[in-house]
Nanobody, 126 residues
Framework: QVQLVESGGGLVQAGGSLRVSCTAS???????????MGWFRQAPGKERQFVAA????????YYADAVKGRFTISRDNAKNTVALQMDSLRAEDTAVYYC????????????????WGQGTQVTVSS
């Protein structure tokens, strides 16, 4: 019943920036405490990794160590939208980026999330 639609992604040179967005449609659980939207990424031959997440109430944000200081997650509660601003991109950031949502307590664990987007490719050239 809940669908996540992503936009953005593409090809950028190392040191550049890219912004990806995700919008949830259908019935969401944004009125629940601990409702979270976040981003994961997966590179070829690698497991899916946590990138960033944001709670829908309060001010809590979470980042993987590899992206702290370079990526910024933001939300628009009225539109059920989350965006990930990626700055100072590196070749190792190349991956398919997935949006995820759900009622989550351990935000870095992919198994906690109920809904997933289709993924968008981010490629960083050096």
């Amino acid at each position: 019943q809940v669908q996540l639609v992503e936009s953005g992604g593409g090809l950028v040179q190392a040191g550049g920036s890219l912004r990806v967005s995700c919008t949830a449609s259908g019935r969401t659980f944004s009125t629940f405490s601990n409702y979270v939207m976040g981003w994961f990424r997966q590179a070829p031959g690698k497991e899916r990794q946590f990138v960033a997440a944001i709670k829908w109430s309060g001010i809590s944000t979470y980042y993987a160590d590899a992206v702290k200081g370079r990526f910024t997650i933001s939300r628009d509660n009225a539109k059920n939208t989350v965006a990930l601003q990626m700055d100072s991109l590196r070749a190792e950031d190349t991956a398919v980026y997935y949006c995820a949502a759900g009622t989550v307590f351990s935000v870095r664990s992919s198994s906690q999330y109920d809904y997933w987007g289709q993924g968008t490719q981010v490629t960083v050239s050096s």
